[in-house]
Structures are given as C-alpha cells and as structure tokens.
C-alpha cells in the first residue's frame, strides 16, 4: 500500500473514463480495473469518431475540454488537426450568422464562412444549397486506441491491475470498505469507483442505491467510400446546423451518421437499418455524393446525465462509492481532466487550479446534485 493512500481502489468499467482515472492514481493507491467485456473499450469508447472540439457540448464541458487540449497534445493523441463545419443551408443565415457569434465568444478561431468559402472547403456541397457555415479550424481527430492503451499502459507501470471477462454482480459494505463480487470471485475494497459507462446505474443498484437517471442514447455510424478522385484528406467534420447528419474522413474513407440520440437500455448496441438508410439519403440530398450501399455500419451508446453534465463524486449514501459516468459523446475529449479531477476527490485534495479557473467546480459535477434531501443520510 501506498503511503497515505486509501489502500484499494477497485474501478468498474475499462473504456477511457474508468482507465484515465485508474492510470491517474495507480501510483498512490493498488489500483484493479474490472472489465465485464472481453477487452478493454468495448462498447462506447471502441466505437467513437472522436473528434476534440473545444465548442461541443454545454459550458461545463466545453471548461472540460480547454482543461484537456494540453494533455491531449503532450500525450500525442492528436492525430490530425481536423477542423469542425456547421453547414446552414439556404434560409439559415441569421441561425449561422447567430451560432457563430456564440462559438466565436468561446473560441476567437471560429470563422463564419461564406458559401464560396465553404464550397471551396468542401466541394461536395454546392456554393447555391448552402448560405455558409461555422468553421472551427483547430478541432482535432483523436487517436482514441493510442489513448486506451496509453492509460492501460500507464496503470500498468504504476503496480494497477486490469481484469477483462469479469462481471460485477454485487457490492456490499464490509467493514470499513466494501465487498465486490464478481463472477471470478470476492474483492475487498476501500473505494469502488463505478465508471461503467451505460451501465452506472445498473452498477449503483448492485450496491443497493437508487441511479441518478443516467439515459443511454444509441447512434448510428457507416463507412462509405468518398467521391472519385476526391482529396478529402483536409476535410473539416461536416454537421448540420439542425444536426441531422454528419460525415468526416476516416483513414482514406468517410464516416457518416445521422447524428442520432435514440434512447436504449444498456446493450451491446446494434445499428438499424433504418437509421443507416435515413443518414444516407439526408447526406445524399445535401451533398453531391453518391453513397449507394454503406459498409461496416455500427452503433454505439452514448450516455448523459440528466443536465448532459458528466457526474464525479462520492455518493452520500454510501461511504466508498464513488460516482465517474455521463461523459456522454464527450468522453476522449474530456476523460483526462475529469481523471485528474477524480483523483483530487478521492485523495481529498483542492480540484487542479487549471480546472478551477475556468469555471468548473467541485458541487456542479457531484451525484448530489440528483439527490433529494430525504435520499441522503
């Protein structure tokens, strides 16, 4: 046991929120991760199209993510620098010329685009369809493998230790800690932190408390093959300004999807037909490409708190427990500051000044704020 650590620290859930965390505090306390799937990044944090845009999300996670880009560079998980367009058609100026007067307040980089400006960016969009668009140009792709497995690596060196195939099945105080049962067997533990992704509040009700109301939301994505003769390797990510759609490159191909939150139980989620054939028609309709039959379609979950907030924080009601989950479609972007703001929590310790000067406190990101009074002891 580490000096003046809290002796063992058990983390359900191996994707990129509960792995960062672990990575963070293996070299202060005996660190296991518990991965119910096969392998690490299996569901959520396997399947993203991670982009790092310091205008995605609502304030809290856009304070997030300016907190993280130095990590993310220095880490060099910044594989490509991307670029971001929000494409409005004809009829959207005042929704361009007004979206952009929000992004450019919270990130000077942000240009308004004309048509011609935009058309010349990507040339799939005819200069006539479109009034211009929202451009942030320093938005990058995020090598999110690189990412896993620096963190995997990283608890590693510091003594952690990773368990895949294992299932969580109860968790009970005992003693001064807590008792962990798993399909392989029993672990004691001073503090179970429950970074399952879709399934925190199924976690939570293994430990006997009520969830916080987490909601899984399923998207769909495909692989398609880019025009003839195209260079799209500097295409910027294109979404729609009424978030119908997007597409990006991806290794020499595009991604495409309908920028779907449809509400799911937790599952190994699988993409509809449906929604694939949707996403296609709408890119097919706003863009001069040709799509025909996708390939390779999938679908992961993407999971938000109520207030799309992500939550990190002991839980009132039961000593231990400690709350890491909503990063929602957020999670590469700002896993890495939230592990290090996780890590203050539980040693006890001030959040990092960097995070604390641009807005973000400890109260706005606790399980508390999803707890009537009569829920807490």
């Given at each position: ?46 399947r993203s199209a991670a982009l790092f845009s310091e205008t995605y999300g609502n304030r809290l ?159 769909t994505a495909f692989l398609f093959d880019a025009p003839a003769g195209a260079d799209i390797s ?143 002891p």
């Amino acid at each position: 046991m580490r000096s003046n650590s809290p002796g063992k620290i058990i983390v359900i859930g191996g994707g990129i929120a509960g792995l960062s965390l672990a990575a963070e505090i293996a070299d202060w306390a005996e660190v296991t991760v518990i991965e119910r799937e096969p392998h690490l990044g299996y569901h959520a944090s396997g399947r993203s199209a991670a982009l790092f845009s310091e205008t995605y999300g609502n304030r809290l996670v856009r304070a997030l993510t300016l907190a993280s880009r130095q990590a993310i560079a220095d880490g060099g998980f910044a594989a490509h620098r991307r670029g971001a367009l929000h494409v409005g058609w004809t009829g959207d100026d005042a929704a361009v010329d007004r979206l952009a007067g929000e992004l450019q307040a919270l990130v000077p980089s942000v240009r308004r685009l004309s048509a011609a400006e935009l058309h010349a960016l990507v040339p799939v969009i005819a200069r006539e369809a479109t009034c211009g668009g929202v451009y942030e140009p320093d938005a990058v792709d995020v090598d999110t493998g690189k990412m896993l497995a620096a963190s995997a690596s990283a608890l590693k060196a510091g003594g952690g230790i990773i368990r895949t195939g294992e299932e969580v099945r109860a968790i009970s105080p005992d003693g001064r800690g807590l008792r962990v049962e798993t399909s392989a067997g029993v672990y004691s533990a001073d503090i179970v932190v429950n970074a399952a992704g879709a399934w925190v509040d199924v976690v939570a009700g293994l430990a006997g408390l009520s969830g916080l109301g987490f909601q899984p939301k399923r998207r769909t994505a495909f692989l398609f093959d880019a025009p003839a003769g195209a260079d799209i390797s500097n295409w910027p990510l294109v979404v729609d300004l009424h978030e119908q759609f997007y597409f990006k490159p991806d290794a020499g191909r595009l991604i495409g999807s309908l920028a779907d939150e449809t509400d799911s139980e937790p599952c190994d989620a699988w993409p509809e037909d449906i929604d694939v054939a949707i996403a296609v028609d709408r890119i097919e309709q706003a863009t001069s490409m040709r799509i025909g039959r996708p390939s390779t379609p999938w679908a992961g979950l993407r999971t938000f708190a109520p207030d799309r907030t992500p939550v990190a924080g002991f839980d009132p009601r039961l000593p231990g427990f400690f709350w890491l989950g909503g990063q929602g479609g957020y999670g590469f972007q700002v896993s890495l500051t939230l592990a290090r703001m996780s890590a203050a929590l539980i040693r006890g310790e001030p959040l990092p000044a960097d995070v604390t000067a641009l807005g973000v406190a400890a109260a706005a990101l606790a399980p508390d704020r999803f707890l009537t009074p009569a829920a807490t002891p």
